[in-house]
């Protein structure tokens, strides 16, 4: 039975979801290649054998997984003979600081110039579903979520700053070699280019646009397979 994939759809086959694209590239690392299914929000009744409703899942024989972590972990353990997503105990331990540190902190200070985006490259079939219980959750309207965009975008920046440090001394945030680490940061940015036309990185901003080219480039250019804005390549 092949492992299945179930991952987040807008339109144009646009793939909006920065907790997918970290297991997208965590099975890329690890060699594996899935069944894709792709799903919208307002086919969630195609989740329901998993026990709850968001992407992404993997389905590994009688395996049911859900939660990009919980995703990485299971395909470490389950294939220790495939290339390391954490090269050990030790970097599992610190990769999870940093995943919690994305989740509170980096990808969190996007949501609010982003969510009226994504809304903008949803079907219509989806675009009520998501503007009610995104407005419910931020207590806004997505208009008034746009009308902050300057202000939540100019504080992005800086928290970029322990990236370039890092950056500034390997290739990788990792190391030599990309590790989950690093796909937990770049789905950020992958999201980004998926989602909006803005570029998030200044032209100035030369270290850190040298490593997302790198990531781009990598698993024979995976993220470069799927329909994104070119103002952010």
């Known amino acids: ?68 972590w919980l995703i990485a972990c299971y395909l470490e353990e389950a294939y220790p003979d495939h290339p390391s997503l954490f090269g050990g105990a030790v970097g599992r331990d610190l990769t999870r600081v940093l995943n919690h540190w994305v989740d509170t902190t980096l ?32 207590g806004c309207t997505l208009e008034q979520l746009h009308n902050e965009r300057a202000k939540y975008l100019s504080a992005f920046p800086p928290l970029l700053e322990p990236l370039r440090l890092k950056l500034d001394e390997t290739p990788y945030i990792c190391g030599e070699q990309p590790t989950y680490g690093d796909y937990l940061i770049f789905a950020v940015f992958q999201w980004a280019r998926c989602t909006d036309p803005v570029d998030i ?33």
């Open 1 to 68: 039975m092949p492992l299945l994939f179930y991952e987040r759809l807008a339109a144009d086959n646009r793939r909006p979801s920065p907790f997918c694209w970290r297991t997208r590239f965590a099975l890329a690392h690890k060699r594996l290649e899935p069944e894709i299914c792709a799903v919208r929000f307002t086919e969630a009744d195609q989740l329901a054998f998993s026990g709850q409703g968001r992407v992404p899942i993997l389905v590994d024989g009688d395996q049911v997984i859900s939660d990009s």
């Open 107 to 138: 990808q969190r200070a996007l949501a609010e110039p982003f969510i009226p985006s994504l809304h903008a490259i949803l079907d219509p079939a989806d675009q009520a579903y998501f503007r009610k219980s995104r407005e419910e959750t931020w």
């Open 201 to 233: 990185l200044s032209e100035h901003d030369t270290v850190l646009r040298e490593w997302r080219t790198r990531m781009l480039d990598l698993h024979n250019g995976l993220a470069r397979s799927v329909p994104a804005f070119k103002t952010a390549a």
